[in-house]
T-cell receptor
Framework: AQKVTQAQTEISVVEKEDVTLDCVYETRDTTYYLFWYKQPPSGELVFLIRRNSFDEQNEISGRYSWNFQKSTSSFNFTITASQVVDSAVYFCAQSTSGTYKYIFGTGTRLKVLA | NAGVTQTPKFQVLKTGQSMTLQCAQDMNHEYMSWYRQDPGMGLRLIHYSVGAGITDQGEVPNGYNVSRSTTEDFPLRLLSAAPSQTSVYFC?????????????FGAGSRLTVL
């Protein structure tokens, strides 16, 4: 069975600190996709990144970076020099290629304090 | 370009009442789905559709009906609302023909059942 675990329920940091959000997934499939979504206080869900299971290269986009490690079944998300606007709930999700089901983690609430 | 439009944004029902949450998209996406978001539970798939006339159950389908008569619309029906259906509901769509499997979400509908 597929499962996505975000063990950190809530994290609080002070502005400009770096923070890493953990995501551990379980799947027996060889071809799958991993996603991160952001849900700001306004409530909408915003897509951040997609990774496929054959691409283990780390990704950097501005202050955001993602570390995908198949050996540990993890897809962690790091925010460098956090800002108050980063305060949100972040969801990790997994989907197997050729299916239409997406498994979401329970989310991590990030609070960035000024 | 409206993207994914959900109505209503807020609704209060009494136990036993029926209602329909509407989802409309103008992106010509074949895949449409409904999720519910509950505290500590993440997002859970209720029903999904990969085209007009085709629907399938997700993880938590009980108490909900769907139909897909057009590409653009995917309504979610609650025939007899229960307090356990108090939740935030999200419609999500994606393209199937292009292979792009990133979900695009609507703004959400908050439902309270008294």
């Amino acid at each position: 069975a597929q499962k996505v675990t975000q063990a950190q329920t809530e994290i609080s940091v002070v502005e400009k600190e770096d923070v890493t959000l953990d995501c551990v997934y379980e799947t027996r499939d060889t071809t799958y996709y991993l996603f991160w979504y952001k849900q700001p206080p306004s409530g909408e869900l915003v897509f951040l990144i997609r990774r496929n299971s054959f691409d283990e290269q780390n990704e950097i986009s501005g202050r955001y970076s993602w570390n995908f490690q198949k050996s540990t079944s993890s897809f962690n998300f790091t925010i460098t020099a956090s800002q108050v606007v980063d305060s949100a709930v972040y969801f990790c999700a997994q989907s197997t290629s050729g299916t239409y089901k997406y498994i979401f983690g329970t989310g991590t609430r990030l609070k960035v304090l000024a | 370009n409206a993207g994914v439009t959900q109505t209503p944004k807020f609704q209060v029902l009494k136990t036993g009442q029926s209602m329909t949450l509407q989802c409309a998209q103008d992106m010509n996406h074949e895949y449409m789905s409904w999720y519910r978001q509950d505290p500590g539970m993440g997002l859970r798939l209720i029903h999904y559709s990969v085209g007009a006339g085709i629907t399938d159950q997700g993880e938590v389908p009980n108490g909900y009906n769907v139909s897909r008569s057009t590409t653009e619309d995917f309504p979610l029906r609650l025939l007899s609302a229960a307090p356990s259906q108090t939740s935030v509901y999200f419609c999500a769509t994606r393209s199937v023909s292009t292979g792009a499997n990133v979900l695009t979400f609507g703004a959400g509908s908050r439902l309270t059942v008294l």
